[in-house]
């Protein structure tokens, strides 16, 4: 079954300080990986996309690894702002017949950086 | 610059009412879908649309109608609502179902049957 299991659920962390959340897949054929930042309240906006062949991607303090190999994938975020408070999404398209995907979505981590 | 629009933002049905959520995109995509985000879970699909005038289920198309009159909009009808559908609705839009495209949300929609 195609899944998509992301951790921690929730993590609290000082303004200034970085973390790392993971995301584990078991989508196959594999394509592609994207890390979506929702606000709460907002809809969830993409941040970066991991396609096969990439290991490391960065996007300002944002930075996403992809290890196709063991399936898993990391986003790294430097120096916390109060403004990276939201939850993290990772999606793995999933191959559903005819050239079409349809998206297989973790279940997010819930970040909240406080002062 | 609106992207994707979803309307209301909120709403309180009581179980057994109907009601409709639209959304409208501006981006010229022919993919559209309708997911609900419930505490704990990923989206799901429910259900979600290649072109005008063309409809698909997904994942959890129980208790849910759609309709795609036009390019823009997409339409999420529930005829009888169930306290089980007490939700947050997202819509979305694409260009492709490619593998690499990327999905466009709304707002979402926060829907409380009582």
């Known amino acids: 079954k195609n899944q998509v299991e992301q951790s921690p659920q929730s993590l609290i962390i000082l303004e200034g300080k970085n973390c790392t959340l993971q995301?584990?897949?078991?989508?196959?054929?594999?394509?592609?990986l994207r890390w979506y930042k929702q606000d709460t309240g907002r809809g969830p906006v993409s941040l970066t996309i991991?396609?096969?062949?990439?290991n490391t991607k960065s996007n300002g303090r944002y930075t996403a690894t992809l290890d196709a190999d063991t399936k898993q994938s990391s986003l790294h975020i430097t120096a916390s702002q109060l403004s990276d408070s939201a939850s993290y999404i990772c999606?793995?398209?999933?191959?559903?017949?005819?050239?079409?995907?349809?998206?297989?979505f973790g279940k997010g981590t819930k970040l909240s950086v406080i002062p | 610059n609106a992207g994707v629009t979803q309307t209301p933002k909120f709403r309180v049905l009581k179980t057994g009412q109907s009601m409709t959520l639209l959304c409208a995109q501006d981006?010229?995509?022919?993919?559209m879908y309708w997911y609900r985000q419930d505490p704990g879970m990923g989206l799901r699909l429910i259900h979600y649309?290649?072109?005008?005038?063309?409809?698909a289920k997904g994942e959890v198309p129980d208790g849910y109608n759609v309709s795609r009159l036009k390019k823009q909009n997409f339409l999420l009808g529930l005829e009888s609502a169930a306290p089980s559908q007490t939700s947050v609705y997202f819509c979305?839009?694409?260009?492709?179902?490619?593998?690499?495209?990327?999905?466009?949300f709304g707002q979402g929609t926060r829907l409380t049957v009582v």
């Open positions: 979305a839009s694409s260009l492709t179902r490619g593998g690499n495209t990327e999905a466009f």
């Open positions: 999606v793995v398209p999933t191959y559903s017949g005819a050239g079409s995907y349809q998206l297989t």
């Open positions: 991991m396609t096969f062949s990439e």
């Open positions: 981006m010229n995509h022919e993919y």
């Open positions: 649309s290649v072109g005008e005038g063309t409809t």
């Open positions: 995301c584990n897949y078991t989508v196959s054929p594999f394509s592609n």
